[in-house]
């Protein structure tokens, strides 16, 4: 494939705005559509591993948004009275994956790898489908509300009801309910000084993270059958959890009912064949979505984009350089969904046990627990963004 091919992208997300970066650094004609009237991302934080800054170092941003995150120090995990259960540090994560895990807002992270790209390759308020998946012979072609667009590449970053992945695999179970709902919020919470941490209870999680900018960002997560819905969620949130440890009420307190996102979570349990049919190739949620308490789906769809870019030539390649990978890591984070939301008394006193014993025989357990998924590196990219830039040291690859 030239270095001048058109690419159309399906999404605007964090895994197609990387995919368009990644791809405009390579010389190539991007489009990026997005069907929301704006890139204005859900009011969430994402946790960035050095396995996903690593590969933003691919496209010259890892250093910019190092910078720009909220590091996340020493933390770990607690009980709801408040106990720890295991300690993390910081400089561990750092010494054995070569790098830190940060924080930082999801609009953060967007803004800066759009403003990467060309005035006018992001298109807002378009619905786009695949007419035709193309081949070795023809294009791929793109249909729009303004007409059809040919393309010698599609991306396809178009989520975890991906419409794309329903074409191009119309066998596919698609994804299935995880058997828990979510709730995230981010608000401000001055003067209130804590550890990162996330809490395991009965059938519940709760995680607090402070941002740099003083703001809380906070998620739960709680067995529940689909669909449910409460009258006010900041009520629900306040009888699930208004009674657990510190700091916990107090952000209660400062959010309001309408800082509340709640949403059901669904993962693709079957692998789906391929991440690739003729010139399109699937990214991100739309091609392995995962239950989201290992923090790696973000992660992993840029990890995709990067390899991508680096296999635009090879698609079955890119396929058979990512789904390994990223199927491992969808099953590793399902299993730790059934951990943490466990629901069984006996079976939480000896999980609860056995995490505070290890910790103390075994300091680090925690940290392990991100081999072979924290300390991977992209491919070397065939394009010059590392030599060219400065911020961009050589040896993170």
């Known amino acids: 494939m030239a270095s001048t091919e058109r690419v159309v992208v399906i999404g605007g997300g964090i895994g197609g705005l990387t995919a368009a970066a990644a791809l405009h650094r390579r010389g190539c004609e991007v489009t990026v559509l997005e069907r929301a009237p704006s ?17 933003l170092d ?43 895990l940060v924080l930082l807002h999801r609009a953060t992270l967007v803004n800066s ?26 294009p791929a072609r793109v249909t729009t509300p303004d007409g059809e667009l040919a393309a010698d590449l599609v991306v396809a970053a178009d989520g975890i009801r991906s419409a794309v ?21 981010v608000v401000p919470l001055p003067g209130v000084g804590f550890a990162s941490h996330e809490t395991w ?17 906070a998620y739960a997560a709680a067995v529940a059958p689909a669909g449910q819905r409460a009258p006010d969620e900041r009520a629900e949130l306040l009888r699930r959890y208004g009674d657990w440890h510190d700091p916990i009420p107090a952000i209660l307190a400062a959010t309001r009912p309408e800082d509340v996102l709640r ?58 350089d990512r789904l390994p990978r990223a199927t491992a890591v969808a099953r590793k984070s399902a299993r730790v969904a059934r951990v943490n939301l466990m629901t ?12 505070a014993a290890l910790s103390k025989a075994a300091p680090g357990l925690l940290v392990r627990g991100f081999d072979g998924i924290a300390d991977w590196r992209p ?7 590392v030599l060219s830039h400065p911020g961009t040291r050589r040896e993170r690859q």
């Open 344 to 355: 069984g008394r006996a079976r939480i006193a000896v999980r609860d046990t056995a995490m």
């Open 263 to 320: 949403h059901d979570v669904h993962h693709v349990a079957e692998p789906l064949p391929a991440y690739h049919r003729g010139r399109v190739a699937l990214v991100g949620d739309a091609a392995h979505a995962m239950p989201p308490l290992l923090g790696q789906g973000g992660n992993q769809a840029i990890e995709d984009a990067v390899v991508l870019a680096h296999r635009m030539d090879d698609l079955p390649a890119y396929t058979a």
């Open 39 to 55: 890139l204005e991302p859900v009011g969430a934080a994402i946790s960035l591993a050095p396995n996903s800054l690593r590969a």
């Open 165 to 185: 992945r329903g074409a191009l695999f119309p066998d596919h179970p698609g994804t299935v309910y995880s058997g828990f709902t979510t709730w995230r919020v």
């Open 379 to 385: 491919p070397q990219p065939p394009y010059a963004s």
């Open 113 to 138: 790898l759009a403003a990467g790209l060309p005035k006018g390759a992001i298109r807002t308020g378009v619905s786009a489908t695949v007419a035709d998946p193309g081949d070795a012979r023809r």
């Open 58 to 100: 691919v496209i010259g941003l890892g250093d910019e948004i190092r910078d720009l995150a909220a590091w996340q120090g020493d933390g770990g995990l607690r009980a709801p009275s408040g106990r720890w259960l295991a300690r993390t540090d910081a400089a561990a994560v750092a010494a054995r994956f070569g790098g830190p």
């Open 201 to 217: 209870g009965r059938g519940r999680v709760w995680g607090s993270h402070p941002l740099k900018d003083g703001r809380v960002y």
